[in-house]
């Protein structure tokens, strides 16, 4: 069984920096597509930031803050997220399958809580 273990979360002021981890205990090559999601109070979980071999993919709302990678030789991928808002604030979540759409056959992490202050 798959295992995906977040980290890095926190609470940190607006205009500041964090970087999520997400380490896999499974080759991440293994994954055609890696992302990360986020899944606010009362709100449907988002997708923040997508990685597959060809390409990245973002929500407008972090576009030019946020920057999504991963290092196939630890295993990891990493979510790292400047100049946050309040709006962040939120469960991330890191999420391993083979598509780009969500299926029942994905893993998924634990979350992390990400907690923006104004």
């Known amino acids: 069984q798959v295992q995906l273990v977040e980290s890095g979360g926190g609470l940190v002021q607006s205009g500041g920096s964090l970087r999520l981890s997400c380490g896999s205990s499974?080759?991440?090559?293994?994954?055609?597509?890696m992302g990360w999601y986020r899944q606010a109070p009362g709100k449907e979980r988002e997708l923040v930031a997508g990685i597959s071999r060809e390409r990245t993919s973002y929500a407008d709302s972090v576009k030019g803050r946020f920057t999504i990678s991963r290092d196939v030789a630890k295993n990891t991928m990493y979510l790292q997220m400047s100049s946050l808002k309040p709006e962040d604030t939120a469960v991330y979540y890191c999420?391993?399958?083979?598509?780009?759409?969500?299926?029942?056959?994905?893993?998924w992490g634990q979350g992390t809580q990400v907690t923006v202050s104004s």
């Open positions: 499974a080759r991440i090559v293994s994954f055609n597509v």
């Open positions: 999420r391993a399958g083979s598509m780009w759409s969500l299926s029942r056959y994905d893993y």
